[in-house]
């Protein structure tokens, strides 16, 4: 089984997007194909309106994936706040070619919203911020065949960029005050370390009810290997302080990359890796490899101020590979 995450970057239609659809196939397909992918979990769909139907459809999806092997391989995907529908931006989408048995969307389910009285906002609010989050984790259970089942668990954590405050923002990207914006700041790390800790809640009950289970995490972190996110998800024996929740861990397998092919995301100049598949202790025995497909990503700091619409992605996709006929440890 070859799984792979791959952050499509707001993949849209006009006008909402600068530029056609096929326009932007021409490079995210060939992308697509060197997946050569069982399973894809996609960050950044956006649903579009369709005449007659209630909520947003993924028509650009559609679109991308026509004529490709993709085109007909099981979907799940989340859905706007409202359950209607695709949301208006950023859904996650996860395709297999195995059947898929069970979809879970969580979002706030085993974690409720935080609250925080706002200090820089102008005028100050009289009562405390309710601290949510739109995305949710998207799982699905695939049918291996054989009576075997996979756990795969599609997300997007919140961008560290700092939240708008109330009269703290002289522009989109100028504030006000350097307290306005590190109030901003904490929001944004609040919401994404709720995401992290939401998923590992999900992960303990589900190894909870079966500790041999098949587990993967495939997304766009926005964190890297050694920032609080992944040390939630991961719940490494350093951390916890106890040997026998070891089986409870998770497995950062791009940690088997070499240090000069391990990032995802180029920003001014450094190399991130931001995107990430963890795996269960199970699924982690029948581990053959990684890649990451980062060979033509430009500098996404750098383009943001010189190219009009890029037509691909600036988060490089990440395969790992596994052997499920390996024979399950004594």
């Not at 399973?39 to 579009?48: A, L, R, S």
């Not at 109030?183 to 790390?189: A, D, H, I, Q």
Request: glycine content about 8%; hydrophobic content about 45%; overall charge negative.
């Amino acid at each position: 089984m070859r799984l792979a995450t791959f952050n499509l970057e707001s993949l849209d239609l006009p006008p909402k997007a600068g530029m056609s659809l096929e326009d932007r196939a021409r490079v995210l397909r060939p992308d697509l194909e060197r997946l050569d992918a069982d399973v894809v979990c996609f960050q950044e769909v956006n649903g579009q309106k369709v005449a007659g139907e209630a909520g947003r459809q993924l028509v650009a999806l559609d679109q991308l994936l026509a004529g490709t092997r993709y085109a007909g391989y099981h979907r799940a995907a989340t859905l706007a706040l409202s359950g209607e529908g695709a949301a208006d931006v950023h859904n996650l989408v996860t395709l297999s070619r195995f059947p898929i048995v069970h979809v879970e969307r969580v979002r706030h389910d085993l974690l409720p919203p935080v609250t925080h009285r706002l200090q820089t906002a102008d005028p100050r609010p009289d009562a405390p911020l309710s601290v949510t989050f739109n995305r949710a984790l998207l799982a699905v259970d695939l049918d291996l065949g054989g009576g075997r089942v996979a756990t795969v668990i599609n997300l997007h954590l919140r961008a560290p960029l700092a939240t708008s405050v109330p009269g703290q923002k002289l522009s989109s990207f100028v504030w006000k005050s350097v307290g306005g914006w590190a109030e901003g700041y904490f929001l944004s790390s609040v919401r994404r370390t709720a995401q992290a800790l939401e998923l590992r809640l999900l992960v303990d009950r589900l190894l909870a009810a079966d500790p041999d289970r098949l587990i993967a995490v495939a997304g766009d972190f926005n964190a890297e290997d050694h920032e609080t996110p992944l040390k939630i998800a991961v719940g490494a024996e350093e951390d916890t302080g106890n040997g026998a929740l070891s089986a409870h861990s998770l497995i950062i397998l791009d940690r088997a990359l070499s240090a000069d092919r391990r990032w995802s995301v180029l920003h001014h100049g450094r190399p991130q890796m931001v995107d990430h598949i963890l795996a269960s202790r199970a699924l982690y025995g029948r581990f053959r490899g990684i890649e990451v497909h980062n060979e033509a990503l430009g500098d996404e700091a750098v383009a943001y101020g010189r190219v009009a619409n890029p037509p691909g992605s600036y988060h490089a996709a990440v395969v790992a590979e596994f052997d499920l006929d390996a024979a399950p440890g004594p």
